[in-house]
């Protein structure tokens, strides 16, 4: 899961906090620790491009309107 994200990072504006990442370049991440991701990522920086497949749970509308 998405903890945090920093403000000059190229993805700022594509992940939010709470999204879930699944997978980096078709490698399936979900069982790896933050760490190894982390790792992961980094060893394929000067790659020209890098796919991450997300998922992101979309937050239900709790509120209720009765019309009164």
Request: glycine residues 2%; hydrophobic residues 40%; charged residues 35%.
């Amino acid at each position: 899961m998405i903890h945090a994200i920093e403000e000059d990072s190229i993805v700022a504006d594509k992940v939010r906090v709470g999204d879930k990442l699944v997978a980096v370049d078709d490698e399936d991440v979900r069982a790896m620790t933050a760490a190894r991701i982390s790792k992961l990522i980094s060893k394929k920086m000067n790659n020209p491009s890098r796919k991450f497949t997300i998922i992101r749970q979309e937050r239900a509308d709790l509120t209720s309107r009765s019309g009164r």
